[in-house]
């Protein structure tokens, strides 16, 4: 049981590129959240996911994308690479709304 | 709206003297409440929660917490320092008018001293 993974765990972009962060779940949860962090300002939800097929946006949604095509699978897409995207993403699941969250091991993510 | 105040960015401690991390929430509805530690370069684990059941919440490693409601808190302790406790300790609060969303602490930073 792999739990939440994340690929890659480290990746440097050039302003404009695009690239696909991925997250898969082995634990058959409902719900799927992508969060940033950045220094001293906690994790701020990017989007959400309560099941196949259905997003939503989270407190931070401008300059990302999502899919849910399959249970397990929950990519972020960043189209247009910004300075400000520069962060670490989370991914995470649970099985329930308002239960506990289990967290991949993240993404550090720098665009120069 | 939902958020938490975590009071204190850095605490530290002596190896061994009781932690005290804050955390304040603001609800307007009954809310869930959670604990994370963050061990460097790792992703957030969960300590304990609140979810209307029992006040006082025992999580693992030793740390519990107390919702009090009339103070709007959730703070977390530890009897005794370990080592090990170094971490970020985030605060997180959610409730049934979030639409599904969870609310995070800036975090607090613990150092323990030897």
């Known amino acids: 049981n792999a739990g939440v993974t994340q690929t890659p765990k480290f990746r440097i972009l050039k302003i404009g590129q695009s690239m696909t962060l991925q997250c898969a779940q082995d634990?058959?949860?409902?719900?799927m959240y992508w969060y940033r962090q950045d220094p001293g300002m906690g994790l701020k939800l990017i989007y959400y996911s309560v099941g196949a097929g259905i997003t939503d946006k989270g407190e931070v949604p401008n300059g990302y994308n999502v899919s849910r095509s399959t249970t397990e699978d929950f990519p972020l897409r960043l189209e247009l690479a910004a300075p400000s995207q520069t962060s670490v993403y989370f991914c995470a699941s649970s099985g329930r709304a308002r239960d506990e969250q289990f967290f991949g091991p993240g993404t550090r993510l720098t665009v120069l | 709206a939902q958020s938490v105040t975590q009071l204190g960015s850095h605490v530290s401690v002596s190896e061994g003297a009781l932690v005290l991390l804050r955390c304040n929430y603001s609800s307007s509805v009954p809310p869930y409440l959670f604990w994370y530690v963050q061990y460097p370069n790792q992703g957030l684990q969960l300590l304990l929660k609140?979810?209307?059941?029992?006040?006082l919440v025992k999580g693992i490693n030793g740390f519990e917490a107390e919702f009090k409601k009339s103070e709007t808190s959730f703070h977390l302790t530890k009897p005794s320092a370990h080592m090990s406790d170094a971490a970020e300790y985030f605060c997180?609060?959610?409730?049934?008018?979030?639409?599904?969303?969870?609310?995070f602490g800036t975090g607090t930073s613990l150092t323990v001293i030897p």
């Open positions: 634990m058959n949860h409902n719900y």
């Open positions: 609140y979810t209307s059941a029992a006040t």
């Open positions: 997180a609060v959610t409730s049934t008018n979030t639409g599904n969303q969870f609310y």
